[in-house]
């Protein structure tokens, strides 16, 4: 199965198990997280090579955003401090404090708290069931939370984001993406499924899964702080100016598949590489193209 | 922006007749000749943009309130954004939507304040922006003094004043059917900048020559931290080029440009300045990041194709916004993304032409 594949599995396997939970046992969030990266760990710490787009159901659109994006993007002032949006900020290397918000005269849970020490993120998932706002209000990198509990699974549904990142290899995601999240506790490890649904770039909804330890102690005031100052990084960029690649320019054109010795169609991404199924046409491909025989002496 | 057809549009012809004085029309025509085709596409959506579209039944419209920062609010409807600003000294309005939601808005002003509204400002001549203008300044009143009260009585203050550019201004005096005097601004400037302070607040106006128009206002409000742009930003479209009205796809750029040498986020690029667009939501300085670099690509991608010597069907055939499509694109309505295209091609081709290819000099030496 591919990971996504997993994740779905996963996922069924969760709510399943949480179901039989009675309700009131809600489980403690609370403590200090710290990630696991044995999942996608090429994508998530090194970071995705350019024009990897293997896994994700994306659009026509979304592969010209991604051909388009020159990372010399990331050098313009206003763009250095960007940060990583809801969706994606898990995914990345961080610490992760969790908290509960109750009203000190009844005790209720108002909110839960998470705190990534990435981009000093505060997130606020809102229990005392209140609406979303409405289309006028603000986006926010975070977005708008609201929570609930089935079980001891906790899920999470967010709105108003900001446009971000699905892959930081260029593919976007709107300022129109939703992001559905189940956070399921299993002893000191917390598995977080989200499940990231995009009218504008994703053909299908896309599901990632991580995982986190809670941490025995804390860690050192400074390790979550995340300090970002904007400055000019090339003298010779002109004010105003967006680096990007003309569509079908890119100067790094086939080289993640050559690499990698993989079909053009699978580095395209799209749904159908999302599913155990693609499995079988890598294979039909791999005999009319067999990998070449290592140089000697290598 | 509005969508909406106006079933009181007129002809092309009149109404760039009416749009334009002789010297302004005279200059419209050269362009005309440069932009050909594209260019009548989009007089007509500037044509379009310059009514009321009084025939629009807005009995259904309910606008949303929402608090930007201090005594600054955004009011959403169904025209351009209004921006409300209140203080002891009065209210100052920015912007008024489409005439017939008048009554609305003045409902929605006087929830947020019951002190006479003393401004309007105009951030540019569009109808779904000054719609309500006539309106909601009579619905107000202004300071004066000195001897022009003793002569003229009570109608020296009868009504809010309406802040506008220059260029505005003549634009609206243009339409046809001619607007009433109430309606158009009152006062205007014609330099780069007008500074106001009100209700303790130092409130800036910059102009963006040959935008979205050719009379575009930015309004800074400094202390609440908050910046009005009028149609220079929105989130829901691609820019409206309106040529026929002074447009230009590099002073578009250079108004977003402007909006972010403003603005000021905190240290994770979110909030601190807010942002009230022309239309769409209430966003700030990373908002109006995305959308000039979407708006700077799609320029530089055309200008690039018209300096290889592209056609125009070549241009669109190479889908230079096929990545922004599903987020800002439109087949139908006033402004289609096939004519954003077009204006810019055009622009581009006049400020860039091709290089005419000479004829080859015959040598004057003979193989032999």
Not at chain 2, 124 to 141: F, L, Q, S
């Amino acid at each position: 199965m591919t990971r996504t594949g997993l994740c779905a599995a996963a996922l069924a396997v969760l709510a399943l198990g949480a179901g039989a939970s009675p309700a009131a046992a809600q489980v403690e969030l609370s403590g200090v997280w710290q990630p696991r990266y044995h999942e996608d760990l090429p994508e998530r710490i090194p970071g995705p090579e350019l024009r990897d787009y293997l896994g994700l159901p994306i659009n026509d659109s979304a592969r010209q955003f991604g051909d388009s994006w020159d990372p010399s993007r990331i050098t313009l002032p206003e763009e250095q401090c960007r940060v990583h949006v809801s969706p994606y900020i898990l995914r990345g290397p961080l610490n992760l404090r969790i908290w509960v918000e109750k009203d000190p005269k009844t005790q209720e849970v108002l909110a839960i708290k998470m705190y990534s020490s990435t981009y000093e993120q505060t997130r606020t998932l809102w229990m005392d069931g209140r609406p979303h706002p409405g289309p006028n209000a603000p986006h926010t990198w975070m977005g708008f939370s609201t929570g609930r509990w089935d079980g001891d699974m906790l899920i999470v549904e967010t709105s108003h984001l900001k446009q971000g990142w699905i892959r930081r290899n260029g593919i976007a995601m709107s300022d129109r993406a939703t992001y559905t999240e189940y956070l399921v506790l299993n002893g000191d490890m917390l598995t977080h499924i989200g499940v990231l649904v995009d009218p504008v770039f994703l053909t299908e909804p896309l599901v990632r899964s991580q995982d986190f330890i809670r941490a025995q102690r804390d860690l050192p005031a400074q390790t979550w702080l995340w300090v970002c100052e904007p400055v000019v990084e090339i003298a010779t960029q002109t004010e105003g100016d967006v680096p990007a690649y003309l569509p079908g320019e890119h100067p790094f054109k086939g080289e993640f598949e050559t690499k990698h010795h993989l079909p053009e169609f699978a580095a395209r991404g799209g749904a159908e590489t999302m599913y155990p199924e693609f499995k079988e046409r890598i294979r039909e491909w791999l005999v009319k193209n067999p990998r070449p025989a290592p140089a000697k002496g290598k | 922006m509005a969508r909406e057809e106006s079933s009181a549009r007129a002809s092309e012809g009149k109404v760039m007749r009416h749009l334009f004085p002789r010297t302004i029309r005279i200059a419209a025509v050269t362009a005309a000749v440069i932009a050909g085709a594209a260019g009548a596409a989009v007089t007509r959506a500037g044509a379009q943009q310059a009514q009321n579209f009084d025939t629009r039944n807005f009995d259904g419209v309910q606008l949303d309130i929402q608090q930007v920062s201090g005594n600054v609010y955004m009011v959403v409807g169904a025209g351009g954004n209004t921006t409300v600003f209140t203080g002891p000294e009065g209210v100052m309005v920015v912007d008024t939507q489409f005439a017939p939601l008048s009554g609305k808005i003045l409902d929605a002003i006087r929830t947020l304040s019951d002190q006479p509204i003393r401004w309007i400002v105009n951030t540019h001549m569009h109808g779904d922006h000054t719609g309500g203008n006539e309106a909601i300044a009579k619905a107000g009143r202004t300071r004066a003094g000195g001897n022009v009260v003793g002569d003229i009585g009570a109608a020296a203050t009868a009504t809010a004043r309406i802040i506008a550019h220059e260029n505005a201004l003549n634009r609206m005096v243009m339409l046809d059917p001619p607007l009433p005097s109430a309606a158009l601004p009152t006062d205007t400037f014609f330099n780069a900048r007008k500074d106001l302070l009100f209700n303790g607040e130092a409130i800036q106006m910059f102009h963006q020559p040959a935008a979205h128009t050719d009379g575009d206002l930015l309004i800074h409000f400094r202390r609440a931290d908050v910046v009005s742009t009028g149609d220079l930003f929105t989130t829901v479209m691609y820019p409206f080029i309106d040529a026929a009205n002074g447009g230009t796809i590099d002073g578009y750029i250079k108004a977003l440009n402007t909006i972010l040498a403003i603005t000021v986020p905190s240290n994770v690029n979110e909030g601190g300045t807010m942002v009230i667009p022309g239309h769409g939501r209430l966003s700030d300085e990373q908002d109006v990041v995305e959308y000039r670099d979407m708006v700077t690509i799609v320029r530089d991608r055309i200008r690039e194709y018209v300096r290889r010597g592209m056609t125009l069907d070549q241009v669109k055939a190479r889908k230079p916004t096929l990545d922004f499509d599903p987020r800002y694109g439109n087949d139908t309505g006033f402004w289609t993304t096939s004519m954003f295209i077009e204006v810019i091609y055009k622009q581009m081709l006049a400020a860039n032409p091709p290089k005419t290819v000479k004829p080859a000099t015959p040598s004057r030496r003979t193989n032999k």
